[in-house]
């Protein structure tokens, strides 16, 4: 009872026990040596009894004194003291334990001069908080014991993930590996043991073993020697828990097994908490693509049983009505009515529900560019379709975004010089989606305006009606030209969010252009008006893989235009144009791309064809190593004067290394005076680029040269757009 005590009063009462220790020692330090009498022969000092009488009796019933009467007695001993210690008769009191130290003549003596003392002073410049952080860095390294088994049953069978991929998600996550082996101290080692040793837990369970338990311990340095502290996690995974019986609580779905077939796991499958999470988010999924828009996924419900080491899963699912598509309700500041909205989706009314074509709706309402915030959600309208299923309104809540945009883009290449445009645009000036367009071209071959009309969706989805009215002015080596041209165009499209694989585009053209051209009947250049009237059509068959930078798959393109040629008398001619691309990836890294390209001009002589309505070769997107219209057959100025045929081939191999990218090319190229194309003349050009990827498409740089070069054509040509080359 008194030492529990006691151990109670040193916990409660350290300044007690603080007293009590300080008598001790100091009894101990006054006592003279063993009296005769005692143990070594001498009498004691003091008697047993005498000693008994200076303790003070502790009576175990009474209540314990509180912390102010022990001070209160501490003050009245004090007082007691200095006033026996000033009458010099501390023995008479017969209080030993209170009686002053004697008189130590050191302590009256009087301090020696700070010189006498050998003291360094401190120098601060020596001492940094590097210095001290260095002092207290420690160095560790980690290991985890305990899934060896768990190893070689993954090294077996990889499927299901076993410690394989416990190991690898751990490092991803790990507070231990993250601090790459240094702490600021032991405690910090310790805090991020602790957080990896729940990690470590939390991920066996996810992972079927939901016995698991993982202790952490220490390591360090043998004593002698140096080394860092490992910190050792121990795991004992325990079993794992297969799946047993599953159930859907659901009502009844059409088809029957919407739901069973969308969720992947199966009986006898390890519980991966993963693939659990993935098959409840697919049934969450695939429900409102196949008629219910208002499915709900409950909380599911995973009863263990140690003994058979299987858990049965429970998952309540709410279907909802099965539905199909309804009315169009809009709401906000409207930018489309119902009506227009209806001719941007690609459903009907009555149409089973499928939330895949809402969000591509959707999506298509961001493409206009005239929204700021666009949202597309089903309603429940409470109203019967005709086939048994509920109507599903759309609700389009709208906030309409800026109409207007200024815009711009600039490129160089040889013999082209450089060219800038720039562009405003009101895109719903006349609505829906009836945009004005006025752009301005300004260039050192090149100088230009026009105005644009253009209505986007027009009718249906993704089909452009234009009408354009433009003023040109060209500088070229091969024709100097001054041309107005107005033109229209119906054109069906592929955009960036529904690539398409059959487009078209069909329209009209006339021109009135003056240009100048070499006159070999006269032996020298002069100037001719030209009127043409013409009927342009193209179509595209289109399999690859992205618009602006494709990696795999091809495209097939065909252009005609049928054209009379006004003025002096009426003549009528064809042009035509087949083009081909292919894309091959050899890697993930490298794609190999080739073109090729064949075009005709016939029912007419060149001389009665405008200088710019023949065909060249040569610049940044034709056979490159040339300046722009170079290649081909020249007057004896040697300025190229266009041919009736054309021909042109290209390969590239593109290295592609993060946002940027190393094509080495080759091209080639011949154009005919003779509207059957020819190969007997062929010239090629070699050459270097490089490609910055941004998220609108690659930038790219080319440098090329000619091979067997020709007086009068660049030794190097470059190149500078935004795209690839083909």
Known sequence: MFLRLCSVCCVLLPTLCDTQAAIATQRTAEAPPPAPGSETGEPPIITDEEFDATIPSIDPDAPMGTIEDWDAEQSRLDSRARALGQTGDATDSGDLLTAPLADDPELAAPLGPLESFDVEPFDESRYTEADDDAARAVRYSYRIDGLDALDAAHEANPEPDGAGSIRARF???????????????????????????????????????????????????????????VVVLTANPGPCYRLGTITFNAPPVEPADLIARNFVPAAGEPIDAERILAAEANIAVNMPQQGYPFAKVGQRDILLDPESVTGDYTLPVTPGARSSFGDIVTSGSTVFEADHIAKLARFDKDDLYDSRLVDDLRKALVATGLYSVVAVQPEPSGTAAPDGTQYADLKVDQEAGPARTLAANAGYGTGQGIRAQGSWTHRNLFPPEGALIASITAGTQEQGASATFRRSNAGRRDRAVELSLSALRSDFAAYESFTGRLAGRVSYYSTPIWQKRLTYSYGFELLGTNEQDYNFTLGQRDRRTYYVAALPGQITWDRSNDLLDPTRGFRLSAQVSPEASLGSGTLFYGRGLLEGTGYYPVGDNIVIAGRARVGSIFGADRPDIAPSRRYYAGGGGSVRGFGYQELGPKDPDNRPIGGRSLVEAAAEIRYRFGNYGIVGFVDAGQVSTSSTPGFDDLRYGVGIGGRFYTNFGPMRLDVATPIARRPGESRVAVYISIGQAF
């Open 171 to 229: 490092g991803e996550l790990s507070a231990l590996d993250d601090g790459d082996g240094k702490a600021s101290n032991g405690a910090m080692v310790s805090a991020r043991m602790l957080e990896d040793q729940q990690l470590l837990a939390d991920l066996l369970i996810g992972q079927c073993y939901f016995d698991a338990t993982v202790n952490g311990a220490i390591e360090f340095a043998e004593s002698g020697t140096t080394g860092p502290m």
